[in-house]
């Protein structure tokens, strides 16, 4: 039986693809998450034989979420599906040590094919992926992956949930930590970066794909903060 586990923050996304994986003799959804946070637990919890991640997820983000999987599990499959055929988000998932990348708009016919390729120890990416990484990927690209590079895992995960419309104490209630410890986080945060507003911390989180987007009144209400 080959298991694997969804993480998908659209529940109607999650029920296409498990039906998807369930028409295959032998396959089976083992779990389902709906934000990083969870997906990174159940896979360290049921050790699925490949882990379908959404790029864009509350909380934790889907390629901090395989940073955190593929640490504690280097030998973990990892298939990501996402909405962009952005050159960056490519670069991004073949740094972190994913194997794989389809586009939803492709998953009707390319997510079977994706799951079970990596399956069998290969590599796989859709035609548009395949073409961005032959044309750009090894392209020298010193501004990629700023948010990597300066910050710690936790630090892109508070900043992802503070870009959410998360305030401090919501951010230590669900990360377990204290809010002076949190505080800490965040003003180590703004140092690093040099920033000096919710505002700039949220414009941040979006340039380097840390959130797909902030809702506009979320936006105004950081611009005024």
């Known amino acids: 039986m080959i298991r694997i586990l969804i993480a998908d923050d659209h529940q109607i996304v999650r029920s296409g693809m498990r039906t998807l994986v369930e028409s295959q003799p032998g396959w089976t959804v083992c779990g389902e998450a709906s934000d990083g946070h969870e997906a990174v637990g159940l896979a360290s ?9 959404d790029f864009f997820m509350p909380r ?7 940073r955190q999987i593929l640490r504690d ?3 973990q499959k990892i298939l990501f599906l996402t909405v962009m055929d952005s050159e960056e988000i490519a670069r991004n998932i073949l740094e972190v040590g994913a194997k794989g990348y389809v586009l939803k708009s492709d998953a009707a016919h390319d997510l079977v094919a994706g799951i079970n390729t990596l399956i069998h120890n290969r590599s796989y990416f859709t035609t548009r992926v395949s073409n961005m990484v032959l044309e750009g990927f090894l392209r020298p690209n010193p501004g990629a992956n700023k948010a990597s590079s ?6 892109r995960e508070i900043v992802q949930m503070l870009a959410e419309g998360y305030v401090t104490k919501e951010v230590a209630v669900m990360l377990n930590m204290s809010v002076k410890t949190a505080e800490t986080h965040r003003s180590n945060i703004m140092r690093k970066l040099k920033i000096h507003s919710v505002a700039e911390l949220v414009l941040y989180a979006v340039r380097n794909n840390l959130v797909q987007n902030a809702s ?10």
């Open 45 to 53: 919890e049921l050790k699925p034989d490949v882990v379908v991640l």
């Open 60 to 66: 934790v983000n889907g390629l901090d979420a395989a």
């Open 73 to 75: 599990n280097r030998e």
């Open 150 to 155: 300066v910050l710690t895992i936790r630090e």
């Open 216 to 225: 506009s009144s979320w936006w105004h209400t950081a611009a005024a903060a």
